[in-house]
């Protein structure tokens, strides 16, 4: 059984409290692993090491180039390990090794570009327009980041944060999801091994509204980049307030997936699938309002069907399965009550709808792959974030009427658009309020491109250049060459 220890100022430790916590295979239940279960003492004395490692100066001040040789370090590192964490990631969160392998792919991927940038970003020299001076612009970290993670993708998520982090010489604190910190913990000890100086990066285990709300508060953190719900994003924001922080949100979606009839209709039906299966729809980009123009709708939602019932659930461990399990008691409850709340308000259950009778399946937190048909803007399954593996299908007759259904929420995270048009999608796409547009795609993503929401999706970007620049602070420097009194006064 593993026990899982916190990683402050360049040890391992137990939280100070002694408390521990138990977790869970959302397989079958099994106690995977324990861990400490650090509050805000233990949130306070990462925050002490990562602010005298900051003011210390040494990390800030190591060339770029070395620092962005340790996060190139990092990524062989994640690489020679590569099976180790896919399956410990499979172990936590349910989802297919096979995903968890794509992951750790995409994850060292993280790493690698941004060990590239790291000396990429040395500031510019500005014309000035003031005779006999110098004037340059310099980028500098922000100082000490608190990063909080959720447990859908606990690593990628954790990497978007720590490599541009610490390419930039911030240093950090990490809290993962309480309820899938398995493979932070494993990366924390990868970057112990690539070397990293004493309280640069921490790690401390718990709960939200303890050590979240700590890192969130404290006035020694000077960032706060947070990926996770609305609620909590709302919560944090007004925390954060306290020494107004800087902020980095990467909060929920729920996204359109507008399909015109002269789409390529067989693949945008196997596209559908991934938009909304992959991880048991537990994904924050995932299509899982499905747009139809009203011409199709019929013989589209019959070849989805007849998909989704040919999806094999099980264990992710199993090569033959195709989706797992949902994370928690909890969340399987929410998934359920999001449907029952659609068929009260008028949705028609085309195939799913609870949870799999499979006398194989009952320890697992399964829901059966769900397509609701009958859908309007105006019900709460088509408006909440269910998290779950659930398609809701809402009809279209014109381009104006789709552009306004796919823009009929309060999120703006991502959206896809179906058609051989090119021109009509290039002018959906323009009128589409969200932070990714695909375009006979869906949910595909690169380190290179940048990441984040319009609307209540968030604040800020993750990925691309703009992810790293969420850590760095601008400084204008001028310097007169020729100073002079002005004789003002
Ligand atoms: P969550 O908001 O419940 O928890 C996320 C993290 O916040 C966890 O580590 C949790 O412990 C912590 N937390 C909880 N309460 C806190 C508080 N008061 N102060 C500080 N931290 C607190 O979210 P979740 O259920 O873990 O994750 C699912 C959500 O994440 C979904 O809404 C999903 O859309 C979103 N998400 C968004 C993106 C994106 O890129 N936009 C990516 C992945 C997940």
């Given at each position: 059984m593993r026990f899982l220890r916190q990683y402050i100022n360049g040890a391992w430790v137990n939280a100070v409290s002694g408390e521990t916590r138990d977790i869970i295979n959302p397989f079958n239940q099994d106690v995977i692993a324990t861990a400490t279960e650090g509050n805000e003492t233990d949130a306070k004395l990462a925050i002490a090491a990562a602010r005298e490692a900051f003011d210390s100066g040494e990390w800030?001040?190591?060339?770029?180039?070395?620092?962005?040789?340790?996060?190139?370090?990092?990524a062989e590192l994640i690489e020679r390990d590569k099976e180790e964490l896919a399956e410990l990631e499979s172990l936590d969160t349910g989802k297919t090794v096979?995903?968890?392998?794509?992951?750790?792919?995409?994850?060292?991927?993280?790493?690698r570009y941004y060990a590239?940038?790291?000396?990429k970003n040395g500031g510019e020299i500005i014309d000035s327009p003031i005779p006999d001076s110098i004037s340059k612009v310099v980028h500098e970290p922000v100082g000490v980041c608190g990063q909080i993670t959720p447990w859908n993708y606990p690593l990628l998520q954790a990497s978007w944060k720590l490599a541009p982090a610490l390419a930039t010489g911030n240093t950090l604190i990490m809290k993962p999801s309480e309820i899938t910190p398995l493979t932070s913990v494993k990366v924390f000890e990868l970057i112990e091994e690539a070397g990293i100086p004493k309280g640069v990066a921490n790690l401390v285990l718990g709960a939200g509204d303890t050590v979240g709300a700590e890192l969130s508060v404290n006035s020694d953190v000077d960032l706060i980049s947070f990926t996770g719900g609305i609620a909590t994003g709302k919560k944090?924001?007004?925390?954060?307030?306290?020494?107004?922080?800087?902020?980095?949100?990467?909060?929920?979606?729920?996204?359109?997936?507008v399909i015109f009839a002269d789409a390529d209709l067989e693949t945008a039906v196997d596209q559908a699938l991934n938009a909304v299966f992959f991880h048991a729809g537990q994904i924050c980009s995932a299509g899982t309002r499905l747009i139809l123009e009203e011409s199709i709708h019929d013989d589209f939602v019959r070849a989805l069907v007849a998909r989704v019932s040919k999806i094999k659930l099980g264990s992710g461990f199993d090569n033959k399965t195709q989706m797992g399990p949902l994370i928690s008691a909890e969340h399987l409850a929410k998934v359920e009550k999001y449907v029952e709340a659609g068929k009260q308000e008028?949705?028609?259950?085309?195939?799913?709808?609870?949870?799999?009778?499979?006398?194989?399946?009952?320890?697992?937190?399964f829901y059966l792959p769900t397509v609701l048909t009958d859908c309007t803007t105006d019900m709460k399954v088509v408006q909440d974030e269910g998290f779950g593996p659930v398609i809701t299908v809402e009809k279209f007759q014109t381009e104006q009427e789709a552009i306004k259904l796919a823009n009929d929420s309060i999120y703006g995270l991502a959206g896809g658009v179906w058609t051989n048009d090119i021109a009509k999608a290039e002018r959906c796409v323009a009128k589409m309020r969200m932070g990714t547009v695909w375009i006979n795609e869906f949910n595909?993503?690169?380190?290179?491109?940048?990441?984040?929401?319009?609307?209540?999706?968030?604040i800020g970007r993750e990925l691309g250049r703009l992810g790293i620049e969420e850590y760095t602070?601008?400084?204008?420097?001028?310097?007169?060459l020729k100073p002079e009194p002005l004789n003002w006064f």
């Open positions: 800030a001040s190591t060339p770029a180039i070395e620092r962005g040789q340790f996060i190139r370090k990092i096979e995903e968890s392998r794509g992951d750790m792919d995409d994850i060292a991927g993280v790493f590239e940038l790291a000396d944090i924001m007004q925390a954060a307030s306290s020494n107004v922080k800087k902020l980095a949100l990467e909060l929920g979606g729920k996204n359109p997936n008028g949705a028609t259950v085309a195939i799913g709808g609870g949870r799999p009778q499979d006398p194989e399946l009952q320890d697992g937190f595909l993503y690169f380190p290179h491109a940048p990441w984040g929401g319009f609307k209540q999706s968030g602070e601008t400084k204008h420097i001028f310097q007169n």
